[in-house]
């Protein structure tokens, strides 16, 4: 948990992954009990401005937890990954401006950039849903922006986000 721990300080994250079947199926109800302290602990330290602490977890959380489904645009959907998918970004026919699709990618890379180092992205600019394709360098980085997009309005669009894997990620690449 302590490599974990940025991650399940995202608004939703801890509560997903510490109230998912597989965390209940494999963890006591101590142990979930105290992860939570852990993670309570750990957010009062980084709101007083503390560097996060490397306590390991006396019990640590299984290596793979299902999401669960739900059609809250607030929670960021599909299994953690370094790569995301935002939909409602933009709509491709009301973009009537030369080199708009650059434009959203550079706006993209500015205001995702604030979360963690950006590796790619792929504006599909061709396709309807205003979906935009990001990897980040690290699972924190891709929580982190995933988290803080997850059900905001813009442009009166809401966005929605989820993780994608390594193959959606390659086959979106190859489709921009």
Not at 25 to 50: F, H
Not at 89 to 100: N, P, Q, V, Y
Request: charged share 25%.
């Amino acid at each position: 948990l302590a490599q974990t721990m940025s991650i399940l300080l995202v608004p939703g994250m801890a509560s997903l992954i510490l109230e998912s079947p597989a965390a209940k199926s494999t963890l006591t109800p101590e142990a979930i009990s105290t992860q939570y302290a852990i993670l309570a602990e750990e957010a009062v330290n980084l709101a007083l401005g503390q560097t996060p602490s490397i306590k390991p977890s006396v019990a640590p959380l299984p290596a793979s937890l299902q999401a669960e489904n739900t059609d809250d645009p607030k929670m960021v959907k599909e299994d953690l990954s370094r790569h995301i998918l935002v939909r409602n970004m933009f709509d491709k026919d009301e973009e009537t401006e030369e080199g708009w699709a650059e434009d959203i990618k550079l706006d993209f890379q500015e205001e995702g950039g604030k979360h963690g180092k950006i590796t790619d992205v792929k504006v599909m600019s061709k396709e309807v849903g205003g979906k935009i394709y990001t990897s980040f360098e690290s699972l924190e980085g891709a929580a982190a922006c995933a988290g803080n997009l997850a059900g905001r309005w813009f442009d009166k669009r809401q966005l929605q986000v989820e993780f994608v894997s390594d193959a959606v990620m390659s086959a979106a690449a190859s489709q921009s």
